[in-house]
């Protein structure tokens, strides 16, 4: 497997830059994945990567080499496609072996490099079997497993589990990992679901507008988001983006109408204007006030067995927060939010 060097790239749709100046760099053996919602460019910057989209302007290199201007089949991909695009005229033997083939490789090679993807997916006993006699996650294995065995130097997929239920789709993701990790591929993965990036990936790259607005390692991302766009789409639910006031002594943020926070943002003055973004496990409730507290009433209770989520209105701000399973709280209850000051962080 190769390391990918992505510089410069964009490209446009009339006036619309669908993917605006990205400059990416992937080592060997690499799992990254593309996250962000519908339109931000994610699936275009992988057809690109891939040739099936020309670019405007840019360099792709492929282990050093420049493949920019070469053909998908030059350049030594292997893609998984979101609507599992295996071939119903084939078995699924012919489905996986179709690229080993087209590379010209011979009768036993193919056979044992079948087989051992075959394996790998856990699908030896379908190679018989035509595709329209397949559950939906067996056909994305075959897909999956038709990826792997062309041995290409970088493997793309673009939304693979999209199509399958949550039970499925939750099982096909630990494998992908298992896989991806033992076949030690190069591997760039595109979703809109953060639970897949941040469970999957070994870096996640977000995307707004075309660009690359933040790059880390999941951990990084979710407790340090570089901005209130990445804060509020990273995490189930989403952080809590709370507008403040630095306090006239400088010694905390007033929030939520009459809510304080211990916490300033480096180098702020009293009277600025800022955003403090808090994670929902992040946040205690009690049922009196402190110096540091927000006062709220409970807005919404909901169960969802491990834990339960609250919304609690805040000065007319909801606040969402997590808490046991076994907490009672009562909607129309008033209840005080506390933050330990290291975990608030400030956005903009």
């Given at each position: 497997?190769?390391?990918?060097?992505?510089?410069?790239?964009?490209?446009?749709?009339?006036?619309?830059?669908?993917?605006?100046?990205?400059?990416?760099?992937?080592?060997?053996?690499?799992?990254?994945?593309?996250?962000?919602?519908?339109?931000?460019?994610?699936?275009?910057?992988?057809?690109?990567?891939?040739?099936?989209?020309?670019?405007?302007?840019?360099?792709?290199?492929?282990?050093?080499?420049?493949?920019?201007?070469?053909?998908?089949?030059?350049?030594?991909?292997?893609?998984?496609?979101?609507?599992?695009?295996?071939?119903?005229?084939?078995?699924?033997?012919?489905?996986?072996?179709?690229?080993?083939?087209?590379?010209?490789?011979?009768?036993?090679?193919?056979?044992?490099?079948?087989?051992?993807?075959?394996?790998?997916?856990?699908?030896?006993?379908?190679?018989?079997?035509?595709?329209?006699?397949?559950?939906?996650?067996?056909?994305?294995?075959?897909?999956?497993?038709?990826?792997?065995?062309?041995?290409?130097?970088?493997?793309?997929?673009?939304?693979?589990?999209?199509?399958?239920?949550?039970?499925?789709?939750?099982?096909?993701?630990?494998?992908?990992?298992?896989?991806?990790?033992?076949?030690?591929?190069?591997?760039?993965?595109?979703?809109?679901?953060?639970?897949?990036?941040?469970?999957?990936?070994?870096?996640?790259?977000?995307?707004?507008?075309?660009?690359?607005?933040?790059?880390?390692?999941?951990?990084?991302?979710?407790?340090?988001?570089?901005?209130?766009?990445?804060?509020?789409?990273?995490?189930?639910?989403?952080?809590?983006?709370?507008?403040?006031?630095?306090?006239?002594?400088?010694?905390?943020?007033?929030?939520?109408?009459?809510?304080?926070?211990?916490?300033?943002?480096?180098?702020?003055?009293?009277?600025?204007?800022?955003?403090?973004?808090?994670?929902?496990e992040n946040i205690a409730v009690a049922d009196t006030s402190g110096t540091w507290s927000i006062p709220g009433r409970v807005f919404v209770v909901e169960p969802l067995g491990s834990h339960n989520?609250?919304?609690?209105?805040?000065?007319?701000?909801?606040?969402?927060?997590?808490?046991?399973?076994?907490?009672?709280?009562?909607?129309?209850?008033?209840?005080?939010?506390?933050?330990?000051?290291?975990?608030?962080?400030?956005?903009?």
């Amino acid at each position: 497997m190769r390391h990918l060097q992505v510089e410069a790239l964009t490209k446009t749709y009339g006036d619309m830059n669908a993917v605006d100046d990205v400059t990416l760099e992937i080592e060997a053996q690499e799992f990254l994945v593309l996250l962000g919602p519908s339109g931000c460019g994610k699936s275009t910057l992988l057809r690109c990567i891939a040739g099936l989209e020309e670019i405007d302007a840019g360099t792709i290199r492929i282990g050093g080499a420049d493949v920019t201007d070469r053909k998908p089949k030059d350049r030594n991909i292997s893609m998984v496609f979101q609507n599992y695009a295996v071939f119903p005229h084939l078995t699924v033997a012919k489905n996986i072996a179709f690229g080993l083939e087209r590379q010209k490789k011979g009768r036993q090679e193919i056979a044992e490099r079948v087989r051992s993807a075959a394996e790998l997916l856990h699908i030896e006993d379908l190679l018989h079997r035509q595709p329209n006699s397949l559950s939906g996650g067996q056909r994305q294995r075959v897909a999956v497993a038709r990826a792997i065995a062309y041995d290409a130097d970088l493997l793309l997929m673009d939304e693979p589990l999209s199509n399958l239920d949550a039970l499925l789709r939750l099982e096909m993701r630990a494998e992908l990992k298992r896989l991806v990790s033992e076949i030690k591929a190069t591997v760039i993965y595109v979703t809109h679901d953060q639970t897949e990036a941040l469970s999957m990936g070994d870096r996640v790259a977000v995307m707004e507008r075309g660009r690359i607005v933040q790059l880390g390692a999941p951990i990084e991302i979710y407790n340090d988001p570089a901005s209130t766009f990445v804060a509020g789409f990273i995490g189930n639910p989403p952080m809590n983006l709370l507008p403040g006031r630095v306090l006239a002594e400088g010694t905390g943020v007033e929030v939520a109408g009459e809510g304080r926070i211990g916490a300033v943002p480096p180098a702020s003055k009293p009277g600025d204007q800022v955003t403090a973004g808090i994670r929902a496990e992040n946040i205690a409730v009690a049922d009196t006030s402190g110096t540091w507290s927000i006062p709220g009433r409970v807005f919404v209770v909901e169960p969802l067995g491990s834990h339960n989520i609250i919304t609690v209105d805040a000065g007319g701000e909801l606040i969402r927060v997590s808490v046991g399973a076994d907490h009672a709280a009562v909607v129309g209850g008033d209840v005080y939010l506390t933050v330990p000051p290291e975990k608030v962080r400030w956005l903009s």
